[in-house]
């Protein structure tokens, strides 16, 4: 499996916490693993919003959407490192790349199984994913060896005091906000993403009010497509770009339960909220409860609210 992201609670460099047991953990330790949280959080959060968008339109969950993450990453890769772009230019191009693979991915592979059983449609995209990974293994260029990404906040360090937090973590959890941002005005005020949420509310009023639905459909793949990209781009620099990266999703995924999946702001709320839980139980608790943390917490949640933080319940007459 993928060592993506390698966040732990003492990393190497600008991270690494200066006490050595957890009892020895100063609150400026607590407030860098916080940091580190919400970085690797908003993370989580661009996945989740990704698995969010494609749900609320045609109630599909697609477990491809980490494999799309490391073909963006992939693409800025060849970009930057092989043909010399600029940063820049190669995440707008990896956006843009990914967004009509998303759009073509949902006209050639999806839209022909509308109406399937859930289960033939949930396999079928982690058949995708299979494919994903095993097609990026066989590029010459890529291969299963781990390749590194230099940007433009490489080995750059913003100083607070004594608490020294690296640039790289701060992308993150910036593009992590003005993608959110751009989200909402995207979704508040124009005319396509008023058209994206009527779809995803009501397909047969949306119709009959003149809205292109399956066009709006394959819209909004290209779009969950072109998050997982850019969280792609942004995650890189940290964990290394590989094949494996996509396992990313299998923590995505609960954060989208946990905020209530279908919910954008709890996509965001849960991915940050997973991302901070692991890294402080990665400094305060024994060994193993890093990985399995999150998953107690998401049970103690959905145990009292099972449509999660955000969701609504949702009631059925029979």
Known sequence: MARAPTYSSRPPGPWGARGGDAGEATLL?????????????????????????????TEIVNFAQGDLLMLGAFIAFSLIALFGWPYWAALLVSVAALAVFGVM??????????????????????????VIRSGASMVPAWGTETHGL?????????????????????????GTAV?????????????????????SQNQLAAYYMGIPVKTVFSLIWGLSAGVAAAAGVLLAPISLVDVNMGFIGLKAFPAAVLGGFGSIPGAVVGGVIIGVIEQLAAAYLPEGFKDVAAYLVLLAVLVVRPEGIFGEAVRKRV
Do not use: H
């Not at 860098?32 to 959080?41: D, M, R």
């Not at 993608?179 to 779809?199: D, E, H, I, N, P």
């Open 29 to 57: 330790d607590f407030i860098q693993l916080t940091v580190n949280g919400i970085a690797v959080g908003c993370v989580y959060a661009l996945v989740a919003l990704g698995f969010v968008l494609i749900y609320k339109a």
């Open 105 to 130: 991915l949902d006209r050639v592979v999806f839209r022909p199984i509308i109406g399937q059983p859930q289960f033939a449609v949930v396999m079928l995209t982690i058949g995708v994913g299979f």
């Open 150 to 174: 230099d940007t433009p906040f490489t080995n750059r360090v913003v100083r607070l005091g004594e608490l020294v937090i690296a640039y790289e973590y701060l992308a993150v959890i910036a």
């Open 179 to 199: 993608l959110c941002l751009a989200l909402y005005a995207f979704f508040r005020f124009t005319k396509l993403g008023v058209a994206m949420q009527a779809s």
